[in-house]
Each structure stands twice: as structure tokens, then as C-alpha cells.
């Protein structure tokens, strides 16, 4: 990997005009800039960290805020370790380090952000859990401090994102039950203002009435994301008088405990009730009947999520050329014997 000394020389220009090309000043002929760009990416040209540091004031540190919950423990899974796993993969290339901050639950997430913001801590931030309006994204934005979200937003539309893909998510599951004679599909979305549970219930219900039938708010349940939130909606969905025939959840953590609740009422998964869940849980591996959900490398997730971020710092741009600024993370359906069955009466509901 090359240096800034060794960039320059290689273009016959000064080391000065090298440093303000890369670092995206006005001041630099853009002929010259695109000399630099092309350079710097065809000889693996790698900032030097501890020079950067020393004139600038950066932390060579990149913030992760993820939000707490009063049922953290209950709720935990593999899934940000996974994340974080390939944020920091990346991150190591150039001597960066991952710093996760936990917003807990009783805090303001925009005054617990700009504590972070103001005390200097890092150069840039990933931050998730987006809603569909988030002042965090408008924070950000006036502080003019790069950043990145796990999650679309309504808020700020320029700015960068990976986001899971709930929209096939929902489709492929509503289409797969249809298919198997369905046609009381519930869907299960979080209770809380997050932005997942939007896009999942647009394309719920956009699924539905492309597949000729109707939408039936009755069918929307609004669960907490915590491992008691699937025993409290199996009391919920059973207790309709014309209960649905399968259901849909946009939360890995649902399962878990579903299975039990619906058991509890004498309600099988996956023969009086199909059950389609989120993601591929490592807990769910010991449900009977197995789950039908989708995978996700979560590795490759945060590799993508930290790559996208790089791509919109100035130092490190001419390294990530091709990244796109917004990504919708594919998911593969997982078959399972939870919804394996063909619903042959679809007037009955058990």
C-alpha cells in the first residue's frame, strides 16, 4: 500500500496538492483531482493514520449508537455482534477502531448523540434503529459529521443508508402462504415508531391486494420487541373469533416465544397455524416445527455498512469509488416445516 509521499511522486505534483485533492478542497484543478483519484485507487494509496491525527484532531475512532431497551438481556441476540464483527473487519484495514455506545432507554437518543458529538469522541457515526422521522439524521446533518444508518428515514434524503429488505421479505412470505390456500394472513410489527415496521406493513398490505385480497387492520398486531412479546401476541391472535390461518412476523425474536403461547391454547405452529418468521435466530434452530424465516449474513452486512460510510469521508472516498450510497440488503427465504402445509379450506379457522 502506498503513501502520501509516494502518491505524489508518482504524479510528478507536490505533496501538498496531492493532500488537498484527496481530501476534496476546491482549490485543486479537477483534472489534477481525477489524476489523483485514479492514482491513489490503482496503487492502494492508505492515509497515514497517526499524521492525520496529529494535524487535524481526528480520533481514528468510529461511533456505533445502538438504543436500549428495559428488556436488553431478554431480548439480546447475535445479531449486532454479527455486525459489528464486519464493521470492525473493515475498519482494521485502516488502523480505525469501533467504539459502540448504548443509548439507554430513559435517555433523549439526540441529547445522548450530541454528548457524543460535542466531547469530540469520534469522526463519524453509524447509528440504527431509524425511525420514519429522526432528529438524529437531522442532527448529524447540521453538525456536518459524516454518518451512516442501518435503516432508511424520511429524514435527511441525501444521506447514506443500508437497510434490510422487508419489502421482499414481506412479499415473498405473503405470496408463498397465498399460494398455499391462505387467505387470513396476520402480520406482527414492532410497537414502537420504528421505520421497519412501516416499510414491512406497506408492502404487507400492497402484497395483498396484488394478490386479490383484502386488507383487514383487525390482522395488524403491534408486538414489543422482547422475548415476551410472542406469548402476548399468540393470546392476541387467538383471541379473535375468526382467527387468521397464518401469520407473519418482522421480528426474529417473536418466535421464540410464540411457539410456547400458541401451545399454551392448544394451537399448533405450523398445522393451525402457519407461521412465517423474520430472520434465521440461532435460538430458533430448536423450535419444533423448524421455522420458516430468512438468512442474512450479518458479517458481510456490516462489511457494506462500514465500507458506505468510508466511501462519504474525504480521506478515504478514492478507496471506495463504486459504492453506492443507499443499499437494500438481500435476505433468503429459509424453509422450514412451520408453514409447510396447504391450507385446503380457506373459510375454516380452527
Not at 76 to 95: A, I, N, P, Y
Request: aromatic share 6%.
Amino acid at each position: 500500500m502506498k503513501g502520501i509521499r509516494a502518491l505524489a511522486r508518482h504524479l510528478d505534483i507536490s505533496i501538498g496538492t496531492v493532500s488537498r485533492a484527496l481530501n476534496g478542497r476546491p482549490d485543486v484543478n479537477p483534472e489534477t483531482r481525477a489524476r489523483v483519484m485514479e492514482a491513489a485507487r490503482a496503487l492502494g494509496y492508505t492515509p497515514n493514520q497517526s499524521g492525520r491525527s496529529l494535524r487535524q484532531g481526528v480520533t481514528n475512532t468510529i461511533g456505533f449508537m445502538i438504543e436500549m431497551s428495559p428488556d436488553a438481556n431478554a431480548s439480546s441476540d447475535d445479531f449486532f455482534m454479527g455486525v459489528f464483527e464486519g464493521v470492525q473487519t473493515v475498519l482494521t484495514r485502516h488502523k480505525l477502531d469501533l467504539v459502540v455506545f448504548p443509548c439507554p432507554a430513559q435517555e433523549n437518543s439526540v441529547d445522548y448523540l450530541a454528548r457524543i458529538v460535542r466531547r469530540g469522541l469520534v469522526d463519524a457515526m453509524i447509528i440504527s434503529a431509524t425511525r420514519r422521522r429522526d432528529d438524529r439524521v437531522e442532527y448529524l446533518d447540521k453538525a456536518h459529521i459524516p454518518f451512516i444508518a442501518l435503516g432508511r428515514s424520511d429524514s435527511g434524503p441525501n444521506m447514506r443508508w443500508v437497510d434490510l429488505d422487508f419489502e421482499g421479505v414481506a412479499k415473498s412470505s405473503v405470496e408463498r402462504l397465498v399460494a398455499q390456500g391462505h387467505r387470513r394472513i396476520a402480520l406482527a410489527i414492532p410497537a414502537d415508531d420504528i421505520n421497519l415496521g412501516h416499510v414491512f406493513h406497506d408492502a404487507y398490505r400492497a402484497t395483498l391486494e396484488a394478490q386479490g385480497l383484502a386488507y383487514d387492520p383487525a390482522l395488524v398486531f403491534h408486538a414489543q420487541r422482547v422475548l415476551e412479546g410472542g406469548y402476548d401476541l399468540a393470546a392476541a391472535v387467538t383471541s379473535l373469533p375468526d382467527r387468521p390461518t397464518a401469520i407473519l412476523l418482522s421480528s426474529e425474536v417473536l418466535s421464540l416465544s410464540l411457539y410456547r403461547g400458541l401451545q399454551e391454547r392448544g394451537i399448533r405452529a405450523g398445522r393451525d397455524l402457519a407461521v412465517i418468521g423474520f430472520r434465521n435466530n440461532p435460538r430458533a434452530r430448536f423450535l419444533t416445527p423448524s421455522l420458516t424465516c430468512h438468512s442474512v449474513s450479518l458479517s458481510e452486512l456490516g462489511q457494506t455498512l462500514a465500507e458506505t460510510l468510508l466511501a462519504g469521508m474525504p480521506a478515504y472516498a478514492a478507496l471506495y469509488p463504486e459504492r453506492d450510497r443507499n443499499l437494500i440488503w438481500p435476505m433468503e427465504l429459509v424453509k422450514g416445516e412451520s408453514d409447510d402445509f396447504v391450507f385446503a379450506d380457506a373459510g375454516t379457522t380452527g
